[in-house]
């Protein structure tokens, strides 16, 4: 089935410790995104790639860092984790071709708990 | 700053019709989606317009005013599967999307 896979679905991680969320499409898309998302907030964008090779911060990049070697891998690493940033993680994907509205394809999202 | 403001929470009845609102204050505007998220599961696009005026799309409509910064998500003949939240998103002029915070749908029988 084509879409966006995230892993893992959930995890719980000691202040101080290193992770790294995972996040594959086969759709092809050239854009995709981190999102979080907390309770009472909006979806707020973390980082972005605009095309294979290209990484851009969003609205909340501090902490974090993202790769994009390939069109289809888009890890998001968090070197140090900290409690606030104990949130639930969407990685999007998007196609910008003419034509296109550019609606956003989500994956089923990575539950992150920092203790 | 940009805002999008959409109500918290709404409730309505199996079968009737609700009207969930969005205003927006944004940089630029190059479109404005809806979509509809369930618990505990990803956002799953709905509608999106760009131009002045309504799209319909089965038992989901949308409008959109951008001389008003706004808009709204219509969604008729209730089913309680509809119990969700549905978040409003404005494209800007960067092409980066603003998100509001969500309205929570509670449907009754």
């Known amino acids: 089935i084509a879409g966006i896979t995230q892993a893992p679905t959930s995890q719980i991680l000691a202040a101080g410790r290193r992770m790294t969320l995972r996040c594959t499409q086969d759709m092809r898309h050239n854009a995709m995104y981190w999102y979080r998302q907390d309770l009472g907030l909006g979806l707020r964008l973390i980082h972005y790639?605009?095309?294979?090779?290209?990484?851009g911060k969003g609205e909340v990049p501090d902490g974090y860092s993202v790769s994009r070697a390939n069109t289809d891998d888009f890890p998001l690493t968090l070197a140090s984790a900290v409690p606030s940033q104990t949130s639930v993680y969407f990685c999007a994907s998007s196609d910008g071709a003419s034509g296109h509205t550019g609606e956003l394809f989500f994956g089923e999202g990575s539950r992150l708990t920092v203790l | 700053g940009q805002n999008i403001d959409q109500p918290t929470e709404m409730t309505a009845t199996e079968g009737a019709i609700v009207q969930i609102n969005c205003t927006y204050q944004?940089?630029?505007?190059?479109?404005l989606f809806w979509y509809q998220q369930h618990a505990g599961e990803a956002p799953t696009f709905l509608s999106y317009?760009?131009l002045d005026g309504l799209e319909e799309k089965g038992r989901f409509s949308s409008f959109l005013s951008r001389s008003k910064g706004y808009s709204y998500l219509l969604l008729k003949e209730l089913q309680m599967k509809d119990s969700a939240s549905y978040l409003c998103a404005v494209r800007d002029s960067n092409y980066q999307l603003i998100w509001g915070a969500g309205t929570k749908l509670i449907i009754k029988p």
């Open positions: 317009n760009v």
């Open positions: 790639s605009n095309t294979a090779g290209t990484t």
């Open positions: 944004t940089s630029g505007f190059n479109g």
